[in-house]
């Protein structure tokens, strides 16, 4: 009988890596960590903080590549004073119930990223990713 091909060996594959490992956001919403964009994102690797100040922003280390800020509980106004004294402030995630809001509106002419709730996971992780390379 003919000699049987010998088997090539297959490399075990490596564990899944988590996209977001090593990156840092920080979570501006009632719910801060518990909210359910947080925990995709912590899902995927990043670590996730609750920011409520300045003052915690710039004594946060390592800062944060993102601030994601749930629009219901904050105004652009009062994020960018929050990011003002930053030296390399993070993207910012805007987070939004209402199309096209004003404050929506205020968030993109910040060049901040807007992006409706409920926040689809493809369109989040896509997103995330833009930005974290813009960082790099």
Do not use: F
């Not at 090539?8 to 996209?19: G, K, M, T």
């Not at 925990?39 to 409520?52: H, K, N």
């Not at 004003?102 to 930005?131: C, E, H, I, K």
């Amino acid at each position: 009988p003919p000699a049987s091909p010998t088997p090539i060996p297959v490399a075990a594959p490596a564990p899944h890596a988590l996209p977001l490992q090593g990156s840092q956001a920080w979570c501006i919403s009632a719910a801060g960590v518990d909210h359910p964009v947080a925990q995709l994102l912590q899902r995927w690797g990043c670590a996730v903080a609750p920011c409520t100040s300045s003052t915690a922003l710039a004594h946060t280390s390592p800062a944060a590549q993102l601030l994601v800020v749930d629009g219901a509980h904050s105004t652009p106004d009062a994020i960018a004073a929050l990011l003002q004294p930053l030296t390399k402030p993070p993207a910012v995630i805007w987070l939004s119930t209402a199309q096209g809001d004003a404050a929506s509106q205020q968030a993109l002419q910040r060049g901040w990223s807007v992006l409706p709730l409920p926040a689809r996971p493809a369109a989040l992780r896509a997103l995330v990713g833009q930005l974290l390379l813009r960082q790099r």
